[in-house]
């Protein structure tokens, strides 16, 4: 069965320092990978999505980037993080949109972050 | 019009009421649709999936849903404290090449 481990679990960093967190999944070939924020009472955003190593797709303009570089990992990355940066972080998988399967498919999301900027 | 539109709630029933969430839609070829359960301060979980029009049972769920109309909705029966959480409706929308496209949620309390 897949599984997808996202960490840390919560994280504290001051305004200005650099940021990576990192999502692995198993049990699945070539996913198509999310990166997600949520604001404290607010819905999801997408920020990132990917369809291959190396194939990164942003979705709104900010303070953070993302990489791919194996097939099942991805990583959300910040050189300087500011306060608007804080919130739950979310990595989800999803079967690769593009075939025709895919329209099926849910997302599949990990634990989370936790992101407080202080 | 929002992609995918939720009441954002809070609604509150009483414990082993049927609690009611719906969710509408403008993609009219959207095809795949699901709903999520998300406890305070964890992720999203996949509770239902429904791809076709009328109503698809899992236990105490039911997910109902109508394209014609663009509106799917989700049953919960016999409601516990338990189901106290937000639920979020997503469509897979096909103009925007297979992307999920979240509501804001809908809060849910189930009293007691």
């Known amino acids: 069965s897949q599984t997808i481990h996202q960490w840390p679990a919560t994280l504290v960093q001051p305004v200005g320092s650099p940021l990576s967190l990192e999502c692995t999944v198993e049990g699945t070939s070539n996913p198509n990978l999310y990166w997600y924020r949520q604001a404290a009472g607010r819905g999801l955003q997408l920020l990132f999505y990917s369809v291959g190593i190396g194939q990164i797709s942003s979705e709104v303009p900010q303070n953070l980037s993302a990489s791919r570089p194996q097939d099942r990992q991805f990583i959300l990355s910040s050189k300087k993080l500011l306060l608007s940066d804080s919130g739950f972080y979310l990595c989800?998988?999803?079967?690769?949109?593009?075939?025709?399967?895919?329209?099926?498919?849910?997302?599949?999301f990990g634990n989370g972050t936790r992101l407080t900027v202080t | 019009q929002k992609e995918v539109e939720q009441n954002s709630g809070p609604l509150s029933v009483p414990e082993g009421a049927i609690a009611s969430l719906n969710c509408t839609y403008s993609?009219?070829?959207?095809?795949?649709f699901f709903w999520y359960r998300q406890y305070s301060g964890k992720s999203p979980e996949l509770i239902m999936s429904?791809?076709?029009?009328g109503d698809k049972e899992d236990g105490r769920f039911t997910a109902q849903l109508n394209k014609a109309s663009q509106y799917v909705s989700l049953l919960i029966r016999d409601s516990q404290p338990s189901d106290s959480a937000t639920y979020l409706c997503?469509?897979?929308?096909?103009?925007?090449?297979?992307?999920?496209?979240f509501g804001q949620g809908t809060e849910l309390s189930v009293k007691p």
């Open positions: 993609d009219r070829g959207s095809q795949s």
């Open positions: 997503a469509v897979v929308h096909y103009n925007q090449g297979g992307k999920l496209i």
């Open positions: 989800a998988w999803s079967v690769q949109f593009g075939r025709v399967s895919s329209y099926n498919s849910p997302l599949h």
């Open positions: 429904i791809y076709s029009n």
